[in-house]
């Protein structure tokens, strides 16, 4: 708890805290609602959300007390930035380390590996059996750097074209004709600033930009210097002045630009709009579709960090595997409309498929951020490009 304590303090971060039962702890398995019901024990780990927004952060406070109970491990919540998680790490030695499990963006884990924090190796770890519910590929890399098996997507969100449709009735089907047509719904197009918090605004200048060819698997110095890249940042700087002003400054505020019919048009992630729509912050006339193009498909990984005792990380690997597991899994993506991180699209229920379309579906235009330098670009000087 010392450990605890010093981490809020030093790092001033929006914290959670959430008391588990404490009971002793069981072998890992796929079904969490097999495990016979432990006995109390007195341990503990601290697990880090730099991922989540208000609905997984709801998610979490209720689905944290119910893993601490089956497993036996009081387990701390705490929410916080991945830039203030990566420079707290990086002060830290081996061995001392008081952060068991990360929740993290791609860019997030993308960084922290660059700058040589170490993280257990997750692939093949007996702890951990539900590993192998994941594709072999989703182990290798995120944002382009090679992970090594040592982050686990935990969900995939997923963005595409949402709109009012009591206001827009034939949506665009193409960036190129959302373009053309942009003086239809001059001052309605909403976007969140490219260098806010979320990455929602940069992610949405990066699509646009697919949209009019740009190839991003191409080095940075080079793609800047193709024609996509000049004619893709042209279109946006022009379409840009047919977007509501002032821009969205985080997703709630999109969200009652939404709500007011300020905004009646956007790119933005689905899991989130969906489920801010269940709540009633959204008007229930809000759709979403999809361009051929393809749309930012992105995940939240989990890590371990390897400077934490070596007692920690055993305990911090039954945590994973218990996120893992198919009855956790398939109970977020009930309540998130958030595609899993394992692979058990079979066993999801028709109900969730009759609010968000098919894994099946989604996957074919799902485009995920492989270029952390344009990505950088975007979220640096994109704001820049608006006029």
């Given at each position: 708890?010392?450990?605890?304590?010093?981490?809020?303090?030093?790092?001033?971060?929006?914290?959670?805290?959430?008391?588990?039962?404490?009971?002793?702890?069981?072998?890992?398995?796929?079904?969490?609602?097999?495990?016979?019901?432990?006995?109390?024990?007195?341990?503990?780990?601290?697990?880090?959300?730099?991922?989540?927004?208000?609905?997984?952060?709801?998610?979490?406070?209720?689905?944290?007390?119910?893993?601490?109970?089956?497993?036996?491990?009081?387990?701390?919540?705490?929410?916080?930035?991945?830039?203030?998680?990566?420079?707290?790490?990086?002060?830290?030695?081996?061995?001392?380390?008081?952060?068991?499990?990360?929740?993290?963006?791609?860019?997030?884990?993308?960084?922290?590996?660059?700058?040589?924090?170490?993280?257990?190796?997750?692939?093949?770890?007996?702890?951990?059996?539900?590993?192998?519910?994941?594709?072999?590929?989703?182990?290798?890399?995120?944002?382009?750097?090679?992970?090594?098996?040592?982050?686990?997507?935990?969900?995939?969100?997923?963005?595409?074209?949402?709109?009012?449709?009591?206001?827009?009735?034939?949506?665009?089907?193409?960036?190129?004709?959302?373009?053309?047509?942009?003086?239809?719904?001059?001052?309605?197009?909403?976007?969140?600033?490219?260098?806010?918090?979320?990455?929602?605004?940069?992610?949405?200048?990066?699509?646009?930009?697919?949209?009019?060819?740009?190839?991003?698997?191409?080095?940075?110095?080079?793609?800047?210097?193709?024609?996509?890249?000049?004619?893709?940042?042209?279109?946006?700087?022009?379409?840009?002045?047919?977007?509501?002003?002032?821009?969205?400054?985080?997703?709630?505020?999109?969200?009652?630009?939404?709500?007011?019919?300020?905004?009646?048009?956007?790119?933005?992630?689905?899991?989130?709009?969906?489920?801010?729509?269940?709540?009633?912050?959204?008007?229930?006339?809000?759709?979403?579709?999809?361009?051929?193009?393809?749309?930012?498909?992105?995940?939240?990984?989990?890590a371990i960090p390897a400077n934490a005792p070596d007692s920690q990380k055993e305990l911090a690997a039954k945590f994973v595997n218990w996120m893992l597991s198919e009855e956790t899994q398939v109970n977020m993506m009930e309540t998130l409309w958030i595609y899993m991180g394992i692979n058990k699209y079979d066993n999801v229920p028709q109900s969730v498929w009759n609010n968000v379309p098919s894994w099946d579906v989604?996957?074919?235009?799902?485009?995920?951020?492989?270029?952390?330098?344009?990505?950088?670009?975007?979220?640096?000087?994109?704001?820049?490009?608006?006029?």
């Amino acid at each position: 708890m010392k450990s605890m304590l010093k981490l809020c303090a030093i790092m001033t971060l929006s914290v959670s805290l959430i008391a588990g039962c404490s009971s002793s702890p069981t072998e890992s398995t796929k079904d969490n609602a097999s495990n016979p019901s432990p006995e109390p024990q007195n341990q503990s780990i601290t697990f880090i959300d730099t991922a989540g927004g208000a609905n997984t952060q709801k998610f979490f406070s209720e689905m944290i007390p119910k893993a601490s109970s089956e497993l036996g491990i009081k387990i701390n919540y705490v929410t916080g930035s991945g830039a203030e998680i990566q420079q707290r790490l990086s002060a830290q030695k081996q061995g001392e380390g008081d952060i068991d499990v990360l929740l993290l963006k791609p860019d997030g884990i993308g960084n922290m590996i660059q700058a040589g924090i170490p993280f257990e190796t997750l692939e093949n770890n007996p702890e951990i059996p539900n590993i192998s519910l994941i594709e072999p590929s989703e182990l290798k890399e995120a944002l382009g750097i090679a992970t090594d098996g040592k982050a686990a997507p935990f969900w995939h969100d997923q963005f595409g074209i949402l709109y009012n449709s009591d206001k827009i009735k034939n949506p665009p089907k193409s960036w190129e004709e959302f373009y053309e047509r942009r003086g239809e719904w001059a001052g309605h197009i909403g976007m969140i600033r490219s260098d806010a918090k979320s990455g929602g605004g940069r992610i949405m200048q990066r699509d646009i930009l697919l949209g009019y060819g740009v190839d991003f698997s191409k080095p940075f110095e080079t793609l800047q210097k193709t024609a996509e890249w000049t004619n893709g940042i042209n279109k946006f700087s022009e379409f840009s002045k047919a977007f509501f002003k002032p821009l969205a400054s985080e997703p709630p505020v999109l969200f009652q630009q939404f709500a007011s019919e300020d905004v009646w048009i956007t790119e933005y992630a689905i899991d989130y709009t969906l489920w801010s729509r269940d709540q009633g912050l959204l008007p229930k006339s809000v759709k979403s579709t999809f361009f051929p193009s393809g749309h930012y498909g992105g995940a939240a990984y989990l890590a371990i960090p390897a400077n934490a005792p070596d007692s920690q990380k055993e305990l911090a690997a039954k945590f994973v595997n218990w996120m893992l597991s198919e009855e956790t899994q398939v109970n977020m993506m009930e309540t998130l409309w958030i595609y899993m991180g394992i692979n058990k699209y079979d066993n999801v229920p028709q109900s969730v498929w009759n609010n968000v379309p098919s894994w099946d579906v989604v996957k074919k235009s799902r485009i995920p951020l492989n270029n952390n330098e344009a990505y950088t670009f975007l979220k640096e000087k994109g704001m820049d490009l608006v006029k």
